[in-house]
């Protein structure tokens, strides 16, 4: 670390005898000859007054599954509409007014305001509207007001989330040196989520959703000729409508999300000295939780004062000390200082064993992380660049099972772009992580296994390869391909060849995209890729099982565009699309012999078929065709009654067709 | 999904276009064409520092480049916008971002400042014209960010010569990003991701592609800040709190994507298992997926729900 810093302070001050760099900013333009009243611009085509253009769409969907509307924004059946706009408006004194709007009428779809006059003042409003459906979840138990009620009839419902967010902006620039801003953000979430409870059993239930988040952002900018400087205010508060769940036999057995508030104060700047640039940064925060506590034996609190303060610190400078060299780092401090009060509160066990009770604190978490990194760019040869860098991190936490872990990665990076036709970039990197001794903690848990090292705080060595290449043989063609190999091993224990937790991961695939431009009128594209994360764990239940966990991803695609009917007027196009993810899952538990676990992938086939037609310069008609297959099964998920034991939301799985016929007609300004 | 895809191969094109448009540009015989990065920098250093600039402005270059639309579409957006004192028209005209013209309109034997991935000028030269007006706290980061580390040059983004820039529409801006981060554009097609891949969500509402002074480029000073911007259920404190949700919203989750149910970098109970692993309980032996309340249904958070945080005086087990 103090090796670090010095290398960093050396770079620094070496920084100050940099050479200029070229800098063609107008700021910098050698104005001395011209005579600017002699300019003329009477070759330019100063645009109408009004630009851009509105579209209204009309369609029909058929789905058997509202899954199918997050990809057609909208799960409606039948008779779906919408509106979109995309307008400009500029008047002869400067000002600009822009309206942006996708799928007005939808469930999904947002519209954007902007106004103002450059360099003097901006308003900005935006409404978005986020929906996404999850599954449909059966159930039993009926809400209303907190209560769960059981019923003999069964309750069908959408797990969909549906976010409405607005916000108001406001820019003024008092003078070419202050700038002023704030800007308002609301956004209201509304319906139902998975969520499980334990009376005694685990039941999962579709617990509501009614919540809000308010934001608000204030700041003053000052600039000088090399300088700027960033003083803001950032706060957000969150409500939740929802209280404790109960069920009529067990009364807040389900804790509500807690409202909660978040405050930060925080100074950025810039300095810029010829080819040396630093950045700085300094961020206090506050975050606040102090809501009222369920009412329960052995809770000696009516609300609980939690707290915690934070604070981010960081100076970054870069250099260009030649035209060929670079150099650069960072030091960054950020600290978590959880303030909350302290209190033993009785934890009931939770399966039902009342004998069990025992009384334990509430943690209070502290973090505290330190990082530095340096970096440097020399051009060896016209067309080849050689990068490299040194990162190191040190997280202390106040709890659990290391006290301290230290990462030291070192980096490379060649680009070679010597040749006309084609480009490659390698780049390599390999850290170790270590730390302090690594003991189970009494803080967090008596029970927690000795021999386990939890995957974020083990010693870890990560190696990283990546090749990529641009292929660019015509202007017609180029040809994509990345390559990427990850490995991260879990240091064994000295002397002990039994490790519990994760032993090793690796993610590998690569990347492979074409574009073509056959003619003015003829466009196509492709692309493939597939990666593999493939990993090792162990566990111990008497005795040592082991699980291999190999996950898989394939994505293809293709399209066309054809411009060149009717006299230009009609675009035929066609695209398509594949993607499929795949969980499997073996267990090895030694005595009792190898399983598999059983399905657990997706795949997705989209389709698109359109054309578009030009009935005049300002009116265009499109009729769009759309496909959705969707497959997922998750052999987890089980009947609601298919485990003794356990309520579960039956089975979320999908299996639909969905068709979208979409005809719009744009009126173009 | 559809609709992106096709956005992205205009995007990749138009670049692919914009290359060959500028080969057409500076014609096979231009002088300047056989001159090194370094040599052209240098070359037009020095033209920028005579400031020989052009006797009429606007019109000096027209002259010879009205007929190319490329060109022309300049004054279809804000850049070309002459009764806006912030725009470069109404400076120094087309010469505010491409230099003096000097002796270029004699015959093209001097070059001017050009941008995109077909010039040999050094991205660093061409992105000093930008930041000469483009100086605000969005780009405040630019110089440490990797972004310019890689020498990404703006005009690789950004598009002046045209009436709408896409890296500044909502609906396109994904498309600017993924032309590049290809693997980040599987990522959107995965089992699970953020909504990226319909652009209800875009890449720029966590990451600034500018820089920023926390890693990964994200727009708040820490990454959980920037997942509680809208997740701000998450954010607590609770009165019982998981060390590594604290730490770190990344170390269960991707939020590009995963093959995963929920963004999970693993599935549960796998996932859980690699840092639980209490005898008979955390470690227990789940053979099969559906058999048990361990490995059926909502797994290891069938009873450990609470599992960002619990409320609850009794939750320290994220039960309740």
């Known amino acids: 670390m103090r090796f670090s810093l010095n290398l960093l302070t050396l770079a620094l001050l070496s920084a100050t005898g940099a050479v200029t760099a ?44 509202s899954h199918a509307g997050n990809a057609f924004g909208t799960n ?20 600009r007014s822009q309206l942006q709007a996708h799928q007005l009428g939808m469930d999904n779809g947002f519209v954007s305001a902007r106004s103002g006059k450059i360099g003097e003042y901006k308003v900005e409003l935006d409404y978005r509207n986020i929906t996404t459906w999850q599954d449909e979840a059966q159930t039993q138990l009926w809400h209303h007001g907190g209560m769960l009620t059981p019923s003999e009839s069964v309750r069908f419902v959408d797990l969909k989330l549906e976010r409405q967010q607005a916000g108001l902006g406001f820019e003024y620039q008092i003078n070419e040196d202050l700038n002023t801003y704030v800007r308002y953000d609301r956004e209201d979430k509304t319906g139902s989520k998975s969520a499980s409870l334990m009376s005694p059993r685990p039941i999962n239930f579709a617990q509501p959703v009614d919540e809000s988040t308010d934001k608000l952002s204030a700041g003053v900018v000052l600039s000088g000729a090399n300088w700027m400087t960033d003083i803001s205010y950032h706060g957000s508060q969150y409500k939740n409508n929802i209280n404790h769940m109960s069920l009529p036999y067990a009364y807040d057995v389900y804790a509500a999300t807690p409202d909660n508030q978040a405050h930060q104060l925080a100074v950025a700047g810039q300095y810029r000295l010829d080819a040396t640039v630093l950045n700085g940064r300094v961020v206090a925060g506050r975050m606040i939780q102090d809501d009222n506590l369920i009412q329960v034996a052995g809770n000696p609190l009516q609300n609980w004062d939690g707290q915690v303060d ?37 934890q009931p066990r939770l399966s039902y064993d009342p004998l069990s009770n025992s009384f334990k604190q509430n943690t209070v978490l502290d973090i505290e992380r330190q990082t530095v990194k340096l970096n440097t760019a020399y051009r060896l040869a016209q067309g080849y660049r050689l990068q490299a860098g040194y990162d190191y991190k040190q997280v202390e936490r106040s709890y659990g099972e290391r006290e301290q872990t230290r990462d030291n990665t070192l980096w490379a990076e060649l680009d070679i772009r010597k040749f006309d036709t084609v480009r490659f970039e390698i780049k390599a990197s390999h850290g170790i992580r270590g730390g302090s001794a690594y003991e189970a903690s009494e803080l967090t848990s008596s029970e927690e296994q000795s021999l386990l090292r939890k995957f974020n705080l083990a010693d870890r060595n990560r190696t990283e390869l990546e090749l990529g290449t641009q292929y660019t043989p015509a202007n017609w063609m180029s040809l994509d391909l990345t390559v990427h190999y990850a490995i991260d091993s879990f240091d064994e224990r000295k002397g002990d060849d039994t490790v519990l937790g994760l032993h090793e991961s690796r993610d590998y695939g690569y990347d492979l995209n074409l574009n073509l431009f056959l003619s003015d009128n003829l466009t196509a594209y492709g692309f493939a890729g597939q990666q593999w994360i493939d990993s090792e764990q162990a566990g111990d239940q008497a005795n040592i099982w082991y699980a291999d966990i190999n996950d898989s991803f394939i994505n293809l695609g293709a399209g066309v565009a054809y411009s060149g009917l009717l006299d230009d007027r009609l675009t035929v196009g066609a695209d398509y699309l594949f993607a499929n993810s795949n969980g499997e899952t073996l267990v090895d538990a030694n005595l009792t012999g190898s399983t598999s676990y059983g399905d657990y992938y997706s795949f997705n086939h989209s389709v698109e078929l359109y054309g578009e037609y030009a009935l005049s310069e300002s009116m265009q008609l499109k009729l769009a065709y759309q496909y959705e297959r969707f497959y997922d099964t998750d052999a987890s998920e089980v009947g609601v009654d298919a485990i003794t034991g356990l309520t579960t939301l039956g089975l979320g799985n999908h299996n639909y067709n969905a068709h979208q016929l979409m005809l719009s007609f744009s009126y173009i300004l | 999904m559809i609709e992106r895809v096709k956005r992205g191969l205009k995007i990749s094109l138009s670049a692919l276009f914009a290359m060959g448009l500028s080969m057409a540009f500076s014609v096979s015989a231009a002088p300047w064409d056989k001159l090194t990065g370094e040599e052209l920098e240098q070359q037009l250093t020095q033209k920028f520092a005579e400031g020989k600039y052009s006797p009429k402005g606007a019109d000096s270059c027209l002259m010879c480049h009205k007929r190319n639309e490329k060109v022309m579409d300049l004054f279809k957006g804000v850049h070309g916008a002459t009764n806006s004192s912030a725009s470069p028209m109404a400076q120094l005209q087309c010469e505010s971002c491409h230099g003096p013209m000097g002796k270029h309109n004699r015959g093209g034997k001097e070059p001017m400042i050009t941008f995109g991935r077909d010039t040999k000028l050094p991205a660093q030269s061409q992105n000093s014209v930008c930041l000469g007006c483009h100086n605000d706290p969005q ?3 630019w110089h440490n960010s990797t972004h310019n580390l890689e020498e990404i040059a703006c005009a690789d983004c950004h598009q002046i010569h045209a009436a709408e820039d896409p890296a500044l529409n909502p609906l396109k801006v994904n498309d600017t990003c993924v032309s590049c981060h290809t693997q980040e554009k599987a990522d959107m097609h995965k089992r699970s991701s953020h909504p990226l891949k319909w652009d209800q969500m875009t890449c ?53 994507g995963s093959v995963n149910e929920d963004l999970l970098d693993k599935r549960v109970p796998q996932l859980c298992q690699q840092c639980h692993a209490d005898d008979g309980h955390g470690a227990r032996v789940v053979p099969q997926d559906g058999m048990s309340s361990f490995g059926g249904g909502k797994s290891c958070l069938n009873c450990h729900n609470q599992i960002h945080g619990s409320n609850h005086p009794g939750g320290s087990l994220f039960g309740r």
């Open chain 1, 22 to 65: 070229a800098d063609f900013g107008i700021q910098h333009a050698n104005t001395a000859k011209v005579k600017q009243a002699a300019y003329q611009c009477k070759q330019c085509k100063i645009p109408a007054v009004h630009t851009g253009s509105v579209t209204a769409s009309l369609g029909y969907v058929d789905s058997s599954d």
């Open chain 2, 204 to 256: 720029t509402d966590c990451h600034n592609p500018h820089g920023s002074m926390t890693e990964s480029a994200l727009v708040k000073p820490s990454l959980n800040d920037t997942c509680y911007e809208c997740h701000a259920d998450k954010r607590g404190p609770f009165l019982f709190e998981h060390a590594p949700v604290v730490e770190n919203c990344a170390n269960c989750h991707n939020a590009h």
């Open chain 1, 76 to 95: 409606d059946e039948g008779v779906v509409a919408g509106v979109d706009a995309n307008v400009s408006y500029l008047n002869a004194e400067g000002y």
């Open chain 2, 139 to 141: 780009q405040m980061a």
């Open chain 1, 310 to 346: 934070t604070l981010d610190a960081k100076l970054a400078a870069t250099s260009m000390l030649t035209p060929r060299l670079r150099v650069g780092g960072s030091v960054d401090y950020s600290k978590r200082d959880n303030d909350s009060s302290v209190y033993e509160f009785m």
